[in-house]
DNA sequence: TCACGACGGAGCTCCCTCCA
DNA sequence: TGGAGGGAGCTCCGTCGTGA
């Protein structure tokens, strides 16, 4: 454990610059290796200040050590070229932070834009019919036409004989106005200009453009750019509404500490007519016109009464007016590409104030969404990711006939990081149904591999969501005598209680801060109160917690634990209590998975519980 | 230069077969 | 009987060629 605190706090920073054949594989200093000594770690994590990560794998070939798979991958993303130079910081827990500069000295733009773009696009949603393209790769010189989609046009664009054309006025979000043709032939085409559009918007090779279709007769359109996008990534305003369910409104300012967002002022008002209380759970749904939707669902999972509440507090007359009809709240018309933003809040301490100053917001828009952490109860079912998954999934035929998946047409998934995933409902002939277009996209995003376990949960209460939790299964490598034997290990526990690190992840958004105070509920496996070190035994099987610790933070058993790894990866556990408190059905995998060894160190951290599992993040530190 | 058609590949739907 | 594997064929879209 001490050499790993001593890595912490004595890795190098360093830099590389690339030459040679750095495409493939990057050599890393002989004095950062030295630091690792005695064992090198197989893995990196480098992360891009935009919260990128890819992992890396670390070769050794005689004495030297090279970044090798993903690093190309990395490279690519970055687009890098001979004579650049990375910067590589540690920050801990085998990651590094890395900021990459160009030939001209200047730090060089975030790689993977397009990708944060593209799936910031795809979860634009809008009252008006809308549909996306990416402009294509390559010279554009051709690009004179823009097809629309088929289905887009069949279903919204009436009247689509061949050899129609129609007058389209296109608006941009960001300021001018089109003049086209739509064309229907073989393909429906937007025509007569396109390319001017293109030059005029300065449209480059796979930006991300996402049209909305205001009206058909004339057909008028908006088209939501790159730059639009991007900036409401980044841009977000000074004041939204707060829309309840009552069709009451509350405007909320929106507030900058440190790097993050907050709604703040007004929120504590929100908070006190919504009778707000722990354990609530807050649905933010952007409809446009900085205006979000909220919806609060009690601790029961079910939506809250609002109007039962409001009697029992005292309404704010300043902040709380009647909505009005058409809208008309002298709000600019700023924002079009409306986004869901699902704020779920986690049980932490009861003395957490829920009327908080104030409520954080997605960092910089990135929809920073903690994991889901809703306290469903609801149905749920599991699959096994395979290959041939791709493209379809089957979900059991008493979920549908228990959910009435078959008169749907249309789910949601919410991903682990709290992304929402559009998938389309297909019912064969024979009976059997299948969550089909959308998936592949909800599988590649979140990485799925051969033999991954997806755990599919309805959310009560919440219409038309499925919360998918992602079992991860890794391959194991070639199997070692030591590591598949079994062991005893004793698992030193630091003197110290160290606050786990905020999980903010990109593409997450944390909302601890109103609900729980501020308050970080992860703690070693240790009694705060006992400074005495504690060891943990455990037998390939069991591992027998400290009755200590188990008595004062894992109460409730039998429960379900989620054991997550440094790198993310989880592992599904049973924590029972009988003559010890103890973990099993599941630890065994985690201690072969991760070749645990006698006199490895493992240090566990409860970073979360609810009504169905307590999750602890492991740290491996071996011997 | 622009409008439109052709082509090929990727993705999706549907169905058959196997197996528990 | 229902779930899973896998393949055939269809659809859609990106790309490029051609002609006005």
Request: charged letters at 25%.
């Amino acid at each position: 454990m001490d050499s790993m605190l001593h890595h912490t706090s004595n890795i190098p920073n360093f830099f590389k610059v690339m030459v040679g054949d750095f495409q493939k594989k990057l050599s890393l200093p002989k004095a950062l290796t030295l630091c690792f000594k005695p064992k090198v770690p197989k893995m990196f994590t480098l992360i891009s200040p935009t919260g990128s990560s890819w992992m890396v794998s670390v070769k050794r070939v005689d004495k030297d050590f090279f970044l090798a798979n993903g690093w190309k991958t990395f490279a690519e993303d970055y687009a890098l070229e001979l004579g650049e130079f990375v910067v590589f910081r540690y920050k801990g827990d085998n990651a590094f932070s890395v900021k990459v500069f160009g030939k001209n000295a200047c730090e060089k733009e975030v790689p993977s834009t397009n990708k944060n773009i593209e799936e910031v696009a795809n979860h634009v949603t809008s009252k008006y019919p809308m549909f996306t393209t990416t402009v294509p790769k390559g010279d554009l010189t051709w690009y004179t036409t823009l097809i629309i989609p088929k289905l887009f046009a069949k279903k919204y664009l009436k009247n689509n004989h061949l050899g129609l054309t129609r007058d389209v006025t296109l608006r941009v979000t960001t300021g001018g106005t089109w003049n086209l043709r739509y064309s229907v032939g073989v393909h429906r085409r937007l025509i007569g200009g396109w390319k001017t559009f293109v030059v005029g918007n300065n449209l480059k090779a796979r930006d991300i453009l996402v049209f909305e279709l205001v009206d058909r007769n004339p057909i008028q359109m908006n088209c939501l750019p790159t730059d639009y996008i991007k900036n409401f990534n980044g841009d977000v305003p000074k004041q939204f509404i707060l829309t309840s369910s009552t069709r009451r409104f509350w405007e909320v300012f929106v507030k900058k500490i440190d790097n993050n967002l907050f709604l703040s002022e007004q929120w504590p008002i929100f908070a006190k007519d919504n009778a707000l209380e722990f354990g609530d759970l807050l649905v933010f749904i952007y409809n446009g016109n900085l205006e979000f939707r909220v919806k609060i669902f009690g601790s029961n999972a079910c939506e809250k009464d609002v109007e039962l509440a409001l009697k029992n507090n005292v309404e704010s007359d300043f902040y709380l007016r009647e909505e009005k009809e058409g809208n008309d709240r002298g709000i600019p018309d700023k924002l079009h590409s409306p986004d869901i933003l699902k704020c779920y809040k986690r049980r932490r301490t009861a003395e957490a104030a829920v009327t908080d100053k104030v409520t954080s917001l997605p960092n910089s828009m990135s929809i920073k969404t903690e994991r889901s952490e809703v306290m469903e109860v609801g149905l749920s079912f599991n699959a096994t990711f395979q290959p041939s998954r791709k493209y379809k999934i089957g979900i059991p035929n008493e979920i549908v006939k228990e959910k009435g998946l078959s008169v749907k047409d249309k789910m949601l998934l919410l991903d682990p990081c709290g992304r929402s995933w559009p998938v389309t409902i297909y019912c064969w002939s024979k009976g059997r149904t299948f969550l089909t277009a959308g998936w592949p996209a909800f599988c590649k995003a979140n990485r799925l591999n051969t033999n991954d376990t997806c755990h599919f949960q309805f959310i009560d209460g919440v219409d038309n969501a499925i919360r998918v939790e992602i079992f991860r299964t890794r391959t194991p490598p070639p199997i070692a005598k030591q590591a598949s034997a079994g062991v005893k290990m004793s698992t030193a526990i630091p003197r110290e209680v160290i606050e786990a690190p905020t999980r903010k992840r990109p593409g997450e958004f944390v909302d601890d801060r109103v609900i729980h105070n501020g308050k970080q509920e992860s703690l070693l496996m240790t009694d705060c109160s006992n400074n005495d070190e504690q060891t943990m035994s455990t037998a390939p099987n069991v591992a027998v917690l400290p009755s200590a610790f188990a008595k004062k933070h894992m109460k409730h058993a039998p429960r379900g634990v989620i054991l997550r790894d440094s790198n993310g990866g989880t592992w599904h556990a049973q924590y029972k209590i009988g003559s010890h408190h103890k973990l099993n059905m599941g630890w065994k995998t985690f201690v072969f998975d991760n070749h645990l060894k006698e006199c490895d160190v493992c240090i566990f951290e409860l970073v979360d519980e609810n009504l169905t599992h307590y999750e602890l993040k492991v740290t491996i530190i071996r011997h």
